[in-house]
C-alpha cells in the first residue's frame, strides 16, 4: 500500500473511518506514517492529532476504540478508507458517530457480535460470555469443540427443536472464539468470498 503523505505540507492524509459491518461513515481523523504503522501493528485506530501535536489512538482515554478490520488507499495514494469495529459510541460527545447518526445494524449477527465485544471490555459477575473470555482462549477454543460435538449428537436424531438450540449454542461460542482472536464472522466470509471467485 502506497501512501503520498508529501502531498500535504504537513505529512497528513485524512482517514475516513467506516464501521466494518453496518458501512456507515463514522468520523474523520488524520494520519501521518507512523499513526498508520501503529494502527497496522496494533489493529486499533490511530490518528495524528494536530491539536495534541502527538500520536492518538482512538479510545486510549474512553475504552471506545475503533477495532481494525481493513485499510484501503485512494486512486491518488492520499486518503484512506478505514474499516473498523467501534466499540462504543465514536464522538466525543457519546453519539455513534460524528455527524450524530444512529449506527445500527439490521444484522442480528452484528448486533450478537457487538453484545460480545462489550461483555469482554465491560465484565460483570452475571455475564456468562464474560466468565468465558475471563477463562481464557484454552475454554473458549474447548467449549467450541464441546458444542459441535453436541450439533454432531442431535443431527442424528430427529429432534429439530434440540438440534437448531444445540446448533445456536454452537455458533455463539465460535463468534466468541473468532472475537477473542481479534476477528469477526464477516473476516471468516471474507476467506469463504475469496475462495468462490
Not at 495524528?48 to 491518488?76: A, H
Request: glycine share 4%.
Amino acid at each position: 500500500m502506497k501512501i503520498d503523505f508529501e502531498k500535504s505540507p504537513d505529512g497528513l492524509v485524512p482517514a475516513i473511518i467506516q464501521d466494518a459491518a453496518t458501512l456507515k461513515v463514522l468520523m474523520l481523523g488524520y494520519m501521518n506514517q507512523e499513526a498508520v504503522n501503529k494502527t497496522l501493528q496494533e489493529k486499533k485506530v490511530t490518528f495524528y492529532s494536530r491539536s495534541k501535536q502527538r500520536l492518538w489512538t482512538k479510545g486510549e482515554e474512553s475504552g471506545n476504540f475503533l477495532l481494525l478490520q481493513d485499510v484501503k488507499v485512494d486512486c491518488d495514494n492520499d486518503t484512506l478508507l478505514i474499516k473498523a469495529n467501534p466499540v462504543g459510541p465514536v464522538c466525543h460527545t457519546g453519539a455513534d458517530t460524528c455527524w450524530d447518526e444512529v449506527n445500527v445494524s439490521n444484522d442480528f449477527l452484528s448486533k450478537l457480535e457487538s453484545v460480545i465485544t462489550d461483555r469482554k471490555n465491560n465484565p460483570t459477575e452475571k455475564s456468562y460470555t464474560a466468565s468465558l473470555f475471563a477463562k481464557g482462549i484454552n475454554k473458549i477454543a474447548q467449549k467450541v469443540g464441546e458444542e459441535a460435538v453436541e450439533v454432531v449428537i442431535e443431527a442424528k436424531d430427529n429432534n429439530e427443536t434440540l438440534f437448531l438450540n444445540e446448533a445456536a449454542d454452537l455458533l455463539f461460542h465460535y463468534l466468541i472464539l473468532l472475537n477473542v482472536k481479534g476477528h469477526q464472522l464477516s473476516d471468516v466470509l471474507n476467506v469463504l468470498k475469496e475462495r468462490h471467485k
